[in-house]
C-alpha cells in the first residue's frame, strides 16, 4: 500500500486526473477522493485543495435549488452548473450526474443526453444511478466513447420506489442482488461505481470483487475511493444531516454571523468605511462645484 500525498502540489505542477488515474490508484490501494460542487468558486477551491475528481451531482437539486429530492433536475440545470465547475477546476476529473428522465427513456436519448456533459459542459465523464436494468445504456454510451461512473445502493432518483432516503442491501437478497449488479456494471465498462449507503462489509467485498474503484458514501473505509456532499461537509446545508456526513465545518452559522455583522454595521454607518471607496480630487470637485 503506498502513502498518499498529504499536501497537495500547486494547481500548475499537478497533472490532470484521468480514468486511467483512478484504475493506477485501486492497484496500488491509494484511497480515491471526490466532492461534489455545482459552482466556479467552490470548484476552484476543491481543485486547489488536491481533491482528485468532482461531481457536480444532481443533489444541486437539493442543496442548491432548494427542492425535496432530486426528481425535479433537468438537464439544463445540470449543464448550466457543469459548465460553471468546468470553469474553475481544471486538475480533477470533472464527472456529470446525469438527471432523472434523461437516461431512462430510450437507450438513444441516453447517449445524447451522456454526450452533451462532455460536448457543452465541460465534463470528463458522466455518472448514473441503477444496476441490471441500466446496462443497455451503459455499454452504448461507454461505446460513443463517453466514461461511465455507475451508482448503486441508495439511488436517489428511486426514492419513490425504495420508500425513502433508506440504507439498503440489509438482507441477504438485497445484499447478493448488490453485488451481482457490481459486476454487470464493470463487464458494462463503467470506470468507478459509487456504492451509497450499504453496509461497510457488503461494500468491502463489493470492492474486492471488483477491478474498476469503488467510491463509497455511506458504505464504510473498505471502499477504494469517498465521496461527499460538498455542502454536507461544510456544514452549509442545514436541511438534514445523513448519518454518513462528517462535518468538517459550520458555514451556515458562519454565513449568519457574517450577514448579521454586515447588517449591524449598514444600520450603524460603520461600513463603508472609507477604505472602501474611491476618493476624488479636490480640484476635480471644486470644478463640479464652481
Ligand atoms: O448527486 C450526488 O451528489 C450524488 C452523490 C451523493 C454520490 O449522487
Known amino acids: 500500500m503506498s502513502t498518499p500525498t498529504i499536501s497537495p502540489l500547486p494547481v500548475k505542477e499537478r497533472k490532470k486526473v484521468s480514468i486511467r488515474s483512478f484504475q493506477f490508484k485501486k492497484r496500488r490501494s491509494e484511497p480515491i477522493t471526490m466532492l461534489t460542487a455545482y459552482d466556479y468558486a467552490t470548484a476552484s477551491a476543491i481543485d486547489q485543495a488536491g481533491i482528485d475528481s468532482i461531481l457536480v451531482g444532481d443533489s444541486l437539486g437539493m442543496v442548491v435549488l432548494g427542492y425535496e429530492n432530486t426528481l425535479p433536475v433537468t438537464m439544463s440545470d445540470m449543464l448550466h452548473h457543469c459548465k460553471a465547475v468546468a470553469r474553475g477546476a481544471k486538475t480533477p476529473l470533472l464527472i456529470g450526474d446525469m438527471p432523472f428522465m434523461s437516461y431512462q427513456v430510450s437507450v438513444e436519448e441516453a447517449v445524447r443526453n451522456a454526450g452533451r456533459f462532455l460536448q457543452e459542459a465541460g465534463m470528463d465523464a458522466i455518472k448514473l444511478e441503477g444496476g441490471r436494468e441500466r446496462v443497455d445504456a451503459i455499454r452504448a454510451i461507454v461505446a460513443a466513447g463517453i466514461p461511465v461512473m455507475g451508482h448503486l445502493g441508495l439511488t436517489p432518483q428511486s426514492i ?28 458494462a465498462g463503467c470506470f468507478a461505481v459509487v456504492l451509497e449507503a450499504i453496509p461497510p462489509r457488503l461494500a468491502q467485498q463489493i470492492s474486492a470483487e471488483l477491478r474498476i474503484p469503488t467510491i463509497g458514501i455511506g458504505a464504510g473505509v473498505g471502499c477504494d475511493g469517498q465521496v461527499l456532499v460538498t455542502h454536507d461537509l461544510l456544514g452549509l446545508f442545514d436541511r438534514f444531516t445523513p448519518k454518513f456526513v462528517k462535518k468538517y465545518a459550520n458555514l451556515h452559522a458562519a454565513m449568519i454571523a457574517a450577514f448579521e455583522g454586515y447588517r449591524e454595521d449598514v444600520l450603524a454607518r460603520s461600513f463603508p468605511a472609507e477604505e472602501h471607496t474611491n476618493p476624488m480630487k479636490d480640484e476635480t470637485w471644486d470644478q463640479i462645484n464652481a
Do not use: S, Y
Open 160 to 187: 419513490h420506489q425504495l420508500g425513502g432516503f433508506r440504507a439498503q442491501g440489509k438482507t441477504v437478497a438485497a445484499a447478493q442482488r448488490l453485488l451481482e449488479d457490481a459486476k454487470l456494471l464493470e463487464e
